[in-house]
């Protein structure tokens, strides 16, 4: 049964298992994996192919509570529906603010990436004034895209997503017919401290985050409680398995791996040359893209059904009255990441981001509990094993928020409190 929010909602469903799934692989892979493997190599040595199954498995539990509660609802806002659903208004606002925050800053970031990536091929775009006109090309570039419509979104997403995963499956498989069994690790070094293998899953663990970002706009998917559940598994075992392929033919076409600052890169150009340097360098472009197209797609869809919620005034929850998109809500973002990405670096902030998701987390997965009873029947798509897999989803955050750093705590803190702000004044005007 609908909602009263959901029957509110003007947005037309256009968005099948395929959509939903570039959404989800589009958030999972970013930029992180063209910088991780080196990382990875340095802490676990040839036993980091290991530390993604790892890194999938402590993810899977909470991957496995959002596609329970992806089932649940058919409006937009993802988060801020369990929040509310489960604890009320005010959690489900929190919920929704830390998540918009924290993906509002890894927008800014991203794009930052973005035009230095650029600047690989073209100098000048990104310095001085080029990089402020790059900056606004982009960002100005994809929030029209998506003012225009989510069709154009999506297809936009589909072409990244490709040319994303051809380069890195030109890696992967040009590595691996180069390279042949070579790729395959023998173990016969010794097995690193239980301290480095740790810290190795924190690194990794953001190559495993993200996803939350496409169960947002169920509002306009066609079939949420069937596709939203699959959409999200299928998109874990894509990416898994392809970031172990990805080391495995890293570690094995650089032997010093651990100390490369671009090691996809390096690999890239040890197995094809400068070309093959030049064809990364367009993946590490298009995935950065994708991931920009993917966060601005389903972020601004928040604000919105934070609007409709009645949490923020009307203005966010305004429909285009010819393209039938969150508009307003689309350019606040827009203006908002491209202010963010002209100040500069972000890597104190981008930080913060980790532990906003982890309590982003941790509430959706204590919600299942509240609303499992009210949601079951034959259409829902319900955990076996009763509430284990919840608690081990909790179980898996909790671990994870002790290995943060206290910046982090602070900075979420005042977000936390800046939110508490806003929701106030909302309530306060949708109580005139």
Same mark, same amino acid.
């Given at each position: 049964?609908?909602?009263?929010?959901?029957?509110?909602?003007?947005?037309?469903?256009?968005?099948?298992?395929?959509?939903?799934?570039?959404?989800?692989?589009?958030?999972?892979?970013?930029?992180?994996?063209?910088?991780?493997?080196?990382?990875?190599?340095?802490?676990?040595?040839?036993?980091?192919?290991?530390?993604?199954?790892?890194?999938?498995?402590?993810?899977?539990?909470?991957?496995?509570?959002?596609?329970?509660?992806?089932?649940?609802?058919?409006?937009?806002?993802?988060?801020?529906?369990?929040?509310?659903?489960?604890?009320?208004?005010?959690?489900?606002?929190?919920?929704?603010?830390?998540?918009?925050?924290?993906?509002?800053?890894?927008?800014?970031?991203?794009?930052?990436?973005?035009?230095?990536?650029?600047?690989?091929?073209?100098?000048?775009?990104?310095?001085?004034?080029?990089?402020?006109?790059?900056?606004?090309?982009?960002?100005?570039?994809?929030?029209?895209?998506?003012?225009?419509?989510?069709?154009?979104?999506?297809?936009?997403?589909?072409?990244?997503?490709?040319?994303?995963?051809?380069?890195?499956?030109?890696?992967?498989?040009?590595?691996?017919?180069?390279?042949?069994?070579?790729?395959?690790?023998?173990?016969?070094?010794?097995?690193?401290?239980?301290?480095?293998?740790?810290?190795?899953?924190?690194?990794?663990?953001?190559?495993?985050?993200?996803?939350?970002? $496409?169960?947002?706009?169920?509002?306009?998917?066609?079939?949420?409680?069937?596709?939203?559940?699959?959409?999200?598994?299928?998109?874990?075992?894509?990416?898994?398995?392809?970031?172990?392929?990805?080391?495995?033919?890293?570690?094995?076409?650089?032997?010093?791996?651990?100390?490369?600052?671009?090691?996809?890169?390096?690999?890239?150009? $040890?197995?094809?040359?400068?070309?093959? $340097?030049?064809?990364?360098?367009?993946?590490?472009?298009?995935?950065?893209?994708?991931?920009?197209?993917?966060?601005?797609?389903?972020?601004?869809?928040?604000?919105?059904?934070?609007?409709?919620?009645?949490?923020?005034?009307?203005?966010?929850?305004?429909?285009?009255a010819k393209f039938l998109t969150p508009a307003n809500s689309i350019l606040f973002f827009g203006v908002f990441a491209f202010v963010g990405a002209a100040l500069g670096s972000f890597t104190v902030l981008a930080a913060m981001t980790v532990l906003s998701r982890l309590f982003l987390f941790i509430i959706s997965c204590a919600a299942i509990p509240v609303l499992r009873p009210r949601f079951r029947d034959k259409t829902r798509f319900i955990l076996k094993g009763g509430y284990l897999i919840p608690a081990l989803g909790i179980l898996a955050c909790i671990w994870l928020m002790f290995q943060v750093s206290f910046n982090s705590i602070w900075l979420t803190a005042l977000f936390i409190a800046i939110g508490t702000g806003l929701y106030l004044l909302g309530r306060r005007q949708?109580?005139?």
């Amino acid at each position: 049964m609908a909602t009263s929010t959901e029957t509110q909602e003007k947005l037309p469903r256009k968005l099948g298992l395929w959509g939903l799934w570039l959404l989800v692989v589009n958030g999972f892979i970013g930029a992180g994996i063209f910088g991780l493997p080196s990382g990875a190599a340095e802490l676990a040595g040839e036993y980091s192919v290991w530390i993604y199954v790892i890194c999938a498995l402590l993810m899977l539990p909470v991957i496995l509570s959002f596609a329970e509660l992806g089932s649940y609802f058919r409006g937009t806002g993802g988060p801020i529906k369990y929040g509310t659903a489960a604890f009320g208004p005010f959690i489900g606002f929190q919920a929704g603010w830390l998540f918009y925050v924290a993906r509002m800053i890894s927008f800014a970031a991203n794009s930052v990436l973005l035009v230095d990536s650029i600047g690989y091929f073209l100098e000048p775009a990104a310095t001085g004034i080029g990089r402020l006109i790059s900056l606004a090309v982009i960002i100005g570039g994809l929030t029209l895209i998506n003012v225009l419509g989510s069709v154009e979104s999506i297809r936009s997403l589909a072409l990244f997503t490709v040319i994303k995963f051809s380069v890195l499956i030109f890696l992967v498989f040009g590595g691996l017919v180069m390279l042949g069994t070579e790729v395959v690790p023998t173990f016969e070094t010794a097995v690193p401290p239980v301290s480095d293998l740790g810290a190795a899953a924190l690194l990794l663990i953001y190559a495993f985050v993200g996803f939350e970002g $496409a169960v947002v706009p169920a509002g306009e998917a066609k079939k949420p409680e069937r596709n939203m559940p699959l959409a999200l598994l299928l998109g874990l075992g894509s990416v898994v398995l392809l970031y172990m392929l990805i080391q495995l033919v890293s570690q094995t076409a650089v032997p010093d791996l651990a100390s490369s600052s671009s090691p996809l890169l390096d690999a890239s150009a $040890a197995l094809f040359g400068s070309t093959g $340097a030049i064809i990364l360098m367009i993946g590490v472009v298009t995935s950065v893209t994708g991931n920009l197209v993917s966060t601005i797609f389903s972020t601004p869809r928040l604000t919105y059904a934070l609007s409709i919620e009645g949490s923020l005034p009307e203005w966010f929850g305004k429909v285009h009255a010819k393209f039938l998109t969150p508009a307003n809500s689309i350019l606040f973002f827009g203006v908002f990441a491209f202010v963010g990405a002209a100040l500069g670096s972000f890597t104190v902030l981008a930080a913060m981001t980790v532990l906003s998701r982890l309590f982003l987390f941790i509430i959706s997965c204590a919600a299942i509990p509240v609303l499992r009873p009210r949601f079951r029947d034959k259409t829902r798509f319900i955990l076996k094993g009763g509430y284990l897999i919840p608690a081990l989803g909790i179980l898996a955050c909790i671990w994870l928020m002790f290995q943060v750093s206290f910046n982090s705590i602070w900075l979420t803190a005042l977000f936390i409190a800046i939110g508490t702000g806003l929701y106030l004044l909302g309530r306060r005007q949708a109580e005139v």
